[in-house]
C-alpha cells in the first residue's frame, strides 16, 4: 500500500466541478481509498493576468502506479477535462500535480518527486496540512506543518509566494 498527495487547481469555469470531475476520473483510472482536503480560493502565483484558482489536495491510497505512471494519468484526465497548455502557467480547467508519492523521491527528466515548489507554495501546503500535518518533505525533514509555519512567518522555506 503506497500514499500519494496530488495537487488540484482550476481557475477556469465551473472551478469545482473540474476538481470534482478531475478527481471522480482519478480514481476510475487508478482504484484506490481517497481523501480531499478542503478547498481554497488563491490568487494565482507566478503569472498574475489571471482569475483566482480553487486549490486542494486529494491523498490516494492503494496499490498504486509508480509515480511516473501516476504522472500520465493525471495528464491524461487533466486533457479529458480541456487543459491546454498555451501560456506557461496560464489559466487552466484543471491542473494536477504529483506532490508526493510515498516516502521516494524522483529526480527524472520527466518527473521530480517531491514536487520542487511545494515547500513554497501555501496552496499546496494549507489543503495538505488539513490532510496530514505530520507527514515528513522526504528531503527537507520537516513536517508539513512545520514548512507551512515557516511559510507563513515569511520564513527560509518561501517568502516569495
Known amino acids: 500500500m503506497t500514499t500519494a498527495y496530488v495537487g488540484i487547481g482550476s481557475n477556469l469555469g465551473d472551478r469545482a ?3 470534482f470531475d478531475g478527481v471522480r476520473l482519478l480514481l476510475a483510472a487508478v ?15 507566478d503569472y498574475l493576468d489571471q482569475p483566482r484558482f480553487l ?6 491510497t492503494g496499490a498504486l502506479p509508480d509515480p ?19 501560456v506557461a502557467k496560464g489559466p487552466r480547467t484543471l491542473d494536477l500535480d504529483l506532490l508526493l508519492w510515498g516516502d521516494i523521491v524522483v529526480d527524472g527528466a520527466r518527473l521530480t518527486v517531491p514536487h520542487p515548489r511545494m515547500h513554497d507554495r ?19 525533514g520537516l513536517s508539513v506543518a512545520d514548512l507551512l509555519a515557516r511559510l507563513r512567518s515569511g520564513g527560509p522555506s518561501g517568502a516569495g509566494e
Not at 478542503?38 to 490568487?43: G, I, Q, R
Not at 486549490?55 to 490516494?60: A, K, P, Q, S, T
Open 17 to 19: 466541478r473540474s476538481l
Open 68 to 86: 511516473v505512471a501516476l504522472l500520465d494519468v493525471c495528464l491524461s484526465v487533466e486533457a479529458a477535462l480541456g487543459r491546454e497548455r498555451s
Open 55 to 60: 486549490n486542494g489536495v486529494v491523498e490516494l
Open 31 to 45: 482504484p484506490s481509498r481517497a481523501r480531499l482536503s478542503p478547498l481554497y480560493e488563491t490568487d494565482p502565483v
Open 122 to 140: 501555501r496552496f499546496v501546503l494549507e489543503p495538505l496540512a488539513d490532510l496530514a500535518p505530520g507527514l515528513r518533505h522526504p528531503l527537507l
